[in-house]
């Protein structure tokens, strides 16, 4: 094929719908992967018809450790391989920690670190031996930020994914391989929905500090084209993440207690 092929994970709805727009118009083939088959068949037909482009669809559980392989292998068995890799999928598991199961925090870390580690280690080299390639790995403003009770291991995973970015970023930049962290804020999407704090996050949160995903989106394909390897989009998560390196950390940390529970459960 021709045309360079994306794959984008959680791409049934939200950010990575809105990447999977923004990458087609820009001319990539789409490999389409999350848990909901009748969405990601909607969005390929919407995508080819629109952009005269293939988008393959892959219905698939990352929690389970199988997924990252059996994905590539039907990218293989099809003949393409992965030139961008948008690591968006993701959720917030609310509740104390101690209070949860861990089979359900394990398979936040396999969904949110492990997975992502995963598929960009085994797509990498392709893109080196290239020398094209595009990483994206949605993290949040939660991971630049102290930790919140509440969502325990939400920001924890999200702090692993920008350092992970970067590393990622020194490593490969010489090698014509972008890699970026996405770090967006609240934004329009089902991540509230799917967590149960739509209601409480909507009373809590005013309007100026939400984006809709096109915007997230549309930063984070600006910000990996740049090669900038934290990308954060919006003036009001700039300026939280900019006053966050400036305060000292114990004033972070009391700050994160003082607000937290308008946006967590605990």
């Known amino acids: 094929m021709d045309r360079r092929l994306a794959l984008v994970t959680g791409a049934s709805a939200g950010i990575g719908a809105a990447f999977a727009r923004i990458l087609a118009s820009h001319g990539y083939d789409l490999a389409l992967t999350a848990r ?13 018809l629109r952009y005269g482009v293939e988008a393959l669809t892959v219905t698939a559980d990352l929690a389970e450790p199988e997924a990252p392989g059996q994905i590539l292998d039907f990218l293989t068995a099809h003949g393409r391989t992965v030139d961008a890799l948008i ?34 280690h085994r797509v990498l080299p392709g893109m080196i031996h290239r020398r094209f390639g595009r990483i994206v790995n949605v993290a949040s403003l939660a991971g ?50 799917v967590n149960g704090m739509r209601a409480q996050i909507s009373q809590s949160t005013p309007p ?18 740049a090669n900038r390897p934290i990308c954060v989009p919006g003036a009001p998560n700039k300026a939280i993440a900019a006053l966050v390196k400036l305060i000292p950390d114990e004033w972070a940390l009391a700050l994160m207690a003082s607000q937290g529970p308008r946006f967590r459960k605990v």
């Not at 969405?39 to 919407?46: I, P, S």
């Not at 359900?104 to 960009?120: K, N, Y």
């Not at 984006?211 to 549309?218: K, N, P, Q, S, T």
């Open 144 to 193: 630049l930020i102290p930790g919140a009770a509440g969502a325990t291991l939400y920001g924890a995973t999200k702090a692993f994914m920008v350092r992970f970015s970067q590393s990622l970023h020194l490593e490969t930049e010489a090698h014509g391989v972008h890699v970026s962290a996405l770090c967006p804020g609240f934004t329009y999407s089902e991540f509230h929905d």
């Open 208 to 225: 100026w500090l939400w984006l809709g995903a096109d915007e997230v989106a549309a930063a984070g394909y600006e910000g990996v084209e």
């Open 36 to 48: 909901r088959a009748d969405r990601l068949d909607r969005l390929a037909e919407e995508l080819s």
């Open 87 to 120: 690591n968006n999928a993701g959720y917030g598991l609310p509740g104390a920690y101690a209070d949860t199961r861990w089979e359900d925090q394990r398979a936040v870390i396999q969904v949110m670190m492990t997975a992502p580690a995963e598929l960009a």
